[in-house]
């Protein structure tokens, strides 16, 4: 089955300054990618997500990018603001073919410093 | 407030017991599916239905089972209950099975005693 590494565990910034995620899949059939955003205690809520026919996505500062053939895709936040902090998780799925269950990865506790 | 509604929303129970958990979906979605969250195994798939039947089964114990009725609200059963069960379970709803976001519930947190 799918596997979903993701990288940093912990990642602290400045205020302003710009958030990376990484994650790794490893079953080439994958074609969906979402991201999460979890606060304590709350619902993981969608912040963006890309499928495989697109190799980068944008929505005002957080940005999604996709490399097939390296089978990783990161996220990407800029001018980082308090309220980014959070637990982020990156998922893999398999959509079309009718069970679309998404692996997770373990999550990155992202940390904005004032 | 994604629309997917889920009960009870804190559950206290013994070793050995039965708790169901329920969920609706977002109006209009035929998918749900359920996932766990606990601090040692992180978010983990554990069944999808889509308009009343399985369709995918992720890392889901014998002892767990879940059914989604004809008004598209669906169960997650847990039966012979164990400490390393507590956790917070999560159900998700898509329009569809295969093309749409899932979009997540507040979660059951589910405390065994």
């Known amino acids: 089955g799918e596997n979903v590494e993701q990288h940093p565990s912990t990642l602290s910034v400045q205020e302003g300054d710009s958030a990376v995620i990484k994650c790794t899949y490893s079953?080439?059939?994958?074609?969906?990618f979402p991201w999460y955003k979890q606060e304590l205690g709350k619902r993981p809520q969608l912040i963006i997500d890309?499928?495989?026919?697109?190799g980068e996505k944008k929505d005002q500062r957080i940005a999604v990018t996709l490399n097939k053939t390296a089978k990783h895709f990161s996220l990407h936040i800029t001018e980082t603001q308090p309220e980014d902090s959070a637990v982020y998780f990156c998922?893999?799925?398999?959509?079309?073919?009718?069970?679309?269950?998404?692996?997770f990865g373990k999550g990155t506790h992202l940390i904005i410093q004032p | 407030d994604s629309g997917v509604t889920q009960t009870p929303k804190h559950l206290i129970t013994a070793t050995g017991q039965r708790v169901t958990l329920r969920c609706s979906p977002r109006?209009?979605?035929?998918?749900v599916y359920w996932y766990q969250q606990s601090l040692d195994q992180g978010l983990q798939f554990l069944i999808q239905?889509?308009?009343?039947?399985?369709?995918a089964k992720g890392n889901i114990l014998e002892r767990f089972s879940a059914q989604q009725f004809p008004d598209l609200h669906s169960e997650l059963n847990l039966s012979s209950l164990e400490l390393g069960d507590s956790a917070l379970y999560f159900c998700?709803?898509?329009?569809?099975?295969?093309?749409?976001?899932?979009?997540f519930g507040p979660g059951t947190r589910l405390t065994v005693l």
């Open positions: 079953d080439s059939a994958s074609n969906y």
């Open positions: 239905y889509y308009n009343g039947e399985e369709r």
């Open positions: 890309i499928r495989s026919n697109v």
């Open positions: 109006s209009g979605d035929l998918s």
């Open positions: 998700a709803s898509s329009a569809r099975d295969g093309s749409d976001t899932q979009y």
């Open positions: 998922a893999a799925s398999n959509q079309g073919g009718g069970a679309d269950g998404l692996t």
